[in-house]
């Protein structure tokens, strides 16, 4: 991934900052320039937001066949995460055997190494998620 | 909006077609449906090919011209245009074909679909794939595309019940008809052992539950209905032709269960054809995953949602049940060529409904509907056809 | 694995189980979670932090501050100063001398210092068996102090008995030699100068802290300069957590404060090779007793046991 790119997306990677509605009170993570459910309410009336990092575990897979740069990691979990804010991420869990994540865990986030573009490349960064306790 | 009708049609095989290069799969499926149409180049007023990512499998972009040249058609200097919706490009294609003949622009279109997807290596073919999902948000996290789809597994598992042999038996449903498809990939049956016991990919996801890395490409030539006769006495009409978009990730869609953009589509389409899911012969769904066949059938409406897995128990959707679907293997064991796929399906439906599909062939099949999926569900193309 | 009697050594070195880093971890991350609970636990706002130092011997890039991606990952950015420092295992130690150093002379209400590394170590040398992964984060400022730094001081001399040469994955080292002549002689040194200044012996600590390679070590400095096995049994962490190299001295503080009370006066000295020993007389407020605690020892329970083919895949061997 080009810097640039990795770059622009440090404040959500690093401390999940989202948006929020001002005119409804949704919290969005990926952050949005609008509202899906406002729209036109919405526009300039979205403020950066903070999520706290802690969530449900919705739904959660064990990946054997992982893509280029996660070679290292494999088995790991990708799972489908209900924040407390209401919005839904994409992350991986760690810090615990495959076969003790379940539906209806409770996670936090944690920061972690993502992958790096090879032994000369930058280091990316970002958000992962480990049970709570 | 004027009636708009299937021609004609070609294929290639299906498979790792390492003598073949992208050029060489739009020919052979041009020249085959337009052989099959009987019309002539000059009768060819439009193109339009779907693929989703040939820049990214062979380096090349700007489909539409290269289409064009291979055919022998860029000197009549006709439009010709690439459509992309990730695995959904080949229907989406054929969308806009018929959008442009129904809308009285053109008389004779040609719609293609292609993927040439190993000149490359097996993981980097898995990357490009990946980005039918969001690269930032899910791939940059290591999310691959089963990883999705295994995601709607066992949230489907979890709120239903269904289970992995029920997954699986969709599986051994689709090579066994596979192997009367001389156009498939894979022409071997498969058990639910083997499923079971093939590498675990993304868990709940086998191996045998995942379609392959395929070469294809395919092809159909549209007319107005009005005009349909002067080519051809075996006419399909296209009875609907609906697509819609929803988030293309899968942390935003508003149910995991099934593909909200498929119940959709299929509900506006089934309205446009004035039938109902009960009045469907024959199917073709997108069986990226056998998860994806079994939440499609309940997004179809032939099941209710959550009975898919025991439908498949049931054997609703073999060859002889009530409801025949994929009988051509499917993405499964047909092979999932990307952009040729939705071309595919269509072209299944087509033998179906003009009683031409020799071993496979579904008695009395009169209507038909094919079911194409973007990515995790960000697009669904849902055609219904008609025998005339 | 490699030939020899792990018993043996373990017993010898004092070093029983050692830390492991996670497949996705590294001194940034490490330096990320320590300096996340230092900010949580203090309550400082973050924006007040002046200058960020990260000290440690594996700082994944060569060039790229391990500094700013922490100052950015706890918010403390723009308005801050931000360096990496390198001093073998004392680098952290280092940092907060420096901190120190600008809250004094009023250039920064507080600072944090850094101490990480995830120890590199080649495969079958002697320094494998305790080469190992931690961190530990301080905030240095003027106000609403849990210990006080009644005086620091350090000992250097240019003295080569441990090393690593760019682009080298693993250091060299004299042997017997980064014994005597090197962290004996500054550890000492150190400490009885800091001693001299501050006009004390040991029995006015309650607590020492010296830096940990292994459990024989500072358990040895520790009786030649006269203080005893209590003394150092609180912050002597090395036994099994194992060395972790810049981390190795903040840890072994941290663990204190995590017990001490107020009054208790802590003497706590780093090494790093190369050479030289950082001193602090320390002295622990009032404030401690509503402060809430690390609990070290507690997160060393939560553990996992790997063996060796998953460790060396945990080294990154096979990256």
Sequence with gaps: MGVPRYWREIPQRYNLIGTKCEACGQVYFPPRSMCPECRRASVGNMEEYQLKGSGVVESYTVIYAPPPHFEHEEPYVIALIKMDEDTYLTGQIVDVSPDEVSIGMHVESCFRRIYQDGKAGAIHYGYKFKPVG | ????????????????????????????????????????????????????????????????????????????????????????????????????????????????????????????????????????????????????????????????????????????????????????????????????????????????????????????????????????????????????????????????????????????????????????????????????????????????????????????????????????????????????????????????????????????AALGLTHNVGGSGGTAVIHILEAI | MWRGDGAAIAAGLMVYEKTVPGLDEDTTTISVEAARRAVRLSGIDAQDIGALYVGSESHPYAVKPTATIVAEAIQATPDLTAADYEFACKAGTAAMQNCLALVRADMITCGMAIGADVSQAAPGDALEYAAAAGGAAFILGRDNLIAEVNHTLSFTTDTPDFWRREGEPYPGHGGRFTGKPAYFRHVTAATKRMMEEMGTSPDDYDYAVFHQPNGKFPSRVARKLGFTKEQIEEGLLCPYIGNTYSGSTPLGLSAVLDVAEAGDRILATSYGSGAGSDSFDITVTDAIEGYERNNIRKMMENREYLDYGLYMKHRGEFA
């Excluded at chain 2, 009530?322 to 293997?329: A, D, H, M, Q, W």
């Design chain 2, 1 to 364: 909006m004027r009636d708009v009708a299937l021609i004609g049609g070609g294929l290639t095989p299906f498979g790792e077609l390492w003598e073949k290069s992208l050029a060489d799969l739009v020919a052979e499926a041009g020249i085959a449906a337009i052989m099959d149409a009987g019309i002539e180049g000059e009768d060819i007023e439009a193109l339009y090919i779907g693929g989703m990512s040939a820049g990214r499998f062979v380096g090349q972009e700007h489909l539409g011209s290269l289409a064009a040249e291979v055919s022998g058609l860029s000197e009549l200097h006709i439009p010709a245009t690439r459509v992309e919706a990730a695995c959904a490009s080949g229907s989406l294609a054929l969308h806009n074909g018929y959008l442009a003949v129904a809308s009285g622009m053109y008389d004779v279109v040609v719609v293609g679909g292609a993927e040439k997807m190993t000149d490359v290596a097996g993981t980097e073919a898995t990357n490009i794939l990946a980005s039918a999902a969001n690269r930032e948000w899910e791939a940059f996290f290591g999310a691959t595309f089963p990883g999705l789809y295994a995601l709607m597994a066992r949230y489907h598992m979890h709120k239903y019940g269904t289970t992995r042999e029920q997954l699986a038996e969709v599986a051994v449903k689709n090579h066994y008809n596979g192997t009367l498809n001389p156009k498939a990939q894979y022409r071997r049956e498969v058990s639910v052992e083997d499923v079971l016991g093939s590498t675990m990919v993304a868990d709940p996801l086998h191996l045998l539950d995942c379609s392959p890395i395929t070469d294809g490409a395919g092809a159909v030539v549209i007319s107005s209905m009005d005009r349909a006769e002067e080519f051809t006495d075996e006419p399909v009409r296209i009875a609907a032709s609906e697509t819609v978009a929803d988030s293309i990730s899968l942390s935003e869609r508003s149910r995991f269960d099934g593909i909200p953009a498929a119940m959709t589509a299929s509900r506006r389409a089934y309205n446009r054809a004035g039938v109902s899911p009960a009045d469907i012969d024959v199917a073709e769904v997108h069986d990226c995953f056998t998860i994806a066949e079994i939440m499609a059938i309940e997004d179809l409406g032939f099941v209710d949602k959550g009975k898919g897995g025991s439908a498949v128990d049931d054997g609703l959707t073999t060859l002889d049940g009530e409801l025949p679907v994929n009988t051509s293997g499917g993405l499964k064991s047909k092979g999932h060529p990307v952009g040729a796929t939705g071309i595919a399906q269509i072209h299944e439906l087509m033998l179906q409904l003009r009683g031409q599909a020799d071993r496979r062939q579904v008695d009395d």
